[in-house]
C-alpha cells in the first residue's frame, strides 16, 4: 500500500521536554522546587498535540498586512493568526520576555539561568515568536539608559499580560518591544549590509 508512511519518525507528542532531557535537569538542580515545577509543565505543554498545531499554524499562517478596513480608511495593521497570538500568551505568561527583570523570590541569584531553561524548552516548540520576546527583554536594558522612560515604560513591559490589541502603546495592559539596530552604513534596511 503507498500510503504507509515508513520512513518517518512519530509525531513527537505526548512527552515531557523537561524530563526527557536529563542535562536540562541537572542545570537546574538548583533552581527553586516552584521553578522546577514550572519546568515541568512547560516541558509538557510543549509536546502536547495542541501545542504542537499552535506552533503549525503559527509558522503557515504568516502575518498580513491590511492597509484599509472595509470603509476604505487607511489602518495599516499587521494581522496574525491567534495561534501565533496563543504562543505570545503563553509566553509572556511564563515571563520570557521579562523574568530576568522582576523582583520575585523564586529565581533570586539564577534569573538568567531560569529564563534560559524556560527559553530553550520553549525553542523546542517553536521559534519564531521568541524574536519578539527577546527584543522584548533586551529593551529593557536599553531603557534604563534613561530613567525617566524606565519608569514610564517598564510596568506595562514587565507585566506578564499580552495585549494583542491595536490601541496605542499607552492604552495598553502589556507591551512588547522591538527595536531597529544595524551598522550605521546599513541604515535601517539590513539587507544593505551584505
Given at each position: 500500500?503507498?500510503?504507509?508512511?515508513?520512513?518517518?519518525?512519530?509525531p513527537l507528542t505526548g512527552g515531557n521536554a523537561w524530563r526527557g532531557d536529563p542535562l536540562l535537569i541537572q542545570l537546574a538542580e538548583r533552581f527553586s522546587d516552584p521553578v522546577r515545577r514550572e519546568l515541568d509543565g512547560l516541558g509538557r505543554f510543549v509536546l502536547t498535540q495542541e501545542a504542537q498545531e499552535l506552533a503549525r499554524l503559527a509558522n503557515v499562517e504568516t502575518p498580513k498586512l491590511r492597509t484599509?478596513?472595509?470603509?476604505?480608511?487607511?489602518?495599516?495593521?499587521?494581522?496574525?493568526?491567534?495561534?501565533?497570538?496563543?504562543?505570545m500568551r503563553r509566553s509572556v505568561a511564563n515571563g520570557l520576555h521579562s523574568s530576568v527583570w522582576e523582583n520575585g523570590d523564586t529565581e533570586i541569584g539564577r534569573r538568567h539561568q531560569?529564563?534560559?531553561?524556560?527559553?530553550?524548552?520553549?525553542?523546542?516548540?517553536?521559534?519564531g515568536h521568541l524574536c519578539p520576546i527577546t527584543m522584548t527583554n533586551a529593551s529593557l536594558a536599553a531603557?534604563?539608559?534613561?530613567?525617566?522612560?524606565?519608569?514610564?515604560?517598564?510596568?506595562?513591559?514587565?507585566?506578564?499580560?499580552?495585549?494583542q490589541s491595536q490601541k496605542p502603546p499607552v492604552e495598553k495592559t502589556g507591551l512588547t518591544l522591538g527595536m531597529g539596530m544595524t551598522e550605521k552604513q546599513g541604515g535601517t534596511d539590513v539587507r544593505a549590509n551584505v
Open positions: 500500500m503507498t500510503d504507509d508512511v515508513t520512513n518517518q519518525p512519530p484599509h478596513d472595509r470603509q476604505g480608511r487607511r489602518i495599516d495593521v499587521v494581522e496574525f493568526h491567534p495561534a501565533y497570538h496563543a504562543l531560569v529564563r534560559a531553561a524556560r527559553f530553550y524548552l520553549t525553542a523546542e516548540l517553536e521559534t531603557l534604563m539608559a534613561s530613567p525617566k522612560l524606565f519608569r514610564e515604560w517598564a510596568p506595562r513591559v514587565t507585566t506578564r499580560k499580552y495585549d
